[in-house]
């Protein structure tokens, strides 16, 4: 079993719907959660980082991080033909200083204009 | 110019041929990583570097080599290039906290 797991989708949805992304993990030393956006022939760029439980919001994207199920969530509201992109979870534990972040697989999500 | 810089973009290769793949960070981190792309796995840690001499295997290393030339500047080599190493490579630098930059990649391709 795969440290993280995440759909690979892919997902596609037309503009203005709300996108809900997930990853599940099984390590309980993971405290630090981040999504990652991959535009097509680009490298990851972070796009969301949260620590431990709870919601953060940024503009149309909220993080949601449930400890208690490890579980982790992305949504994006009002979408838009540019949020078309590969989105990655990223988890790591609490010595961040030296160590490596564990990816999930990706979900390739396509907004529809 | 961007923060993380990777030479080349693409490559094709034959197998058993030696290649480097660079990168270099304009960040000033001492971190910086190396990392492989395929479809259905995901992204996976080659080898990681923290300073100039500390240096690392990640989950995936056989085959593989590395060389951190300054504290900007980290290669990945493949000895004896075979198919299955055909991927997408990431060279990526990041500070005390989980900031990872990452490059805008290079596509190997291994016949």
């Known amino acids: 079993q795969k440290e993280v797991e995440q759909d690979p989708g892919p997902l596609s949805v037309p503009e203005g719907a709300i996108v809900s992304l997930n990853c599940t993990y099984s390590?309980?030393?993971?405290?630090?959660f981040m999504w990652y956006r991959q535009y097509s022939r680009k490298g990851p760029e972070l796009l969301m980082y949260?620590?431990?439980?709870g919601n953060k919001e940024d503009g149309r994207f909220t993080a949601q991080v449930d400890k208690s199920s490890k579980y982790i969530s992305l949504f994006i509201r009002d979408s838009q033909p540019s949020d078309s992109a590969t989105y990655l979870c990223?988890?790591?534990?609490?010595?961040?200083?030296?160590?490596?972040?564990?990816f999930g697989t990706g979900t390739r999500l396509t907004i529809i204009p | 110019d961007a923060d993380v810089t990777q030479t080349p973009r693409n490559r094709i290769t034959k197998t058993g041929k030696r290649i480097m793949l660079e990168c270099s960070q304009t960040?000033?981190?001492?971190?910086m990583y190396w990392y492989r792309q395929d479809p259905g796995l995901g992204l996976r840690l080659i080898y990681y570097s923290f300073d100039v001499k500390d240096i690392n295997k990640g989950e995936i290393s056989d085959g593989y080599s590395v060389s951190r030339q300054a504290q900007a500047k980290f290669s990945l080599s493949l000895e004896s290039a075979i198919p299955n190493q055909t991927a997408l490579y990431f060279c990526a630098t990041k500070g005390t906290g989980y900031d990872y930059t990452f490059g805008s990649g290079t596509r190997l391709t291994v016949v």
């Open positions: 960040k000033g981190h001492d971190r």
């Open positions: 390590n309980s030393a993971f405290q630090y």
């Open positions: 949260t620590y431990s439980s």
């Open positions: 990223a988890m790591g534990g609490a010595n961040f200083g030296n160590e490596k972040l564990t």
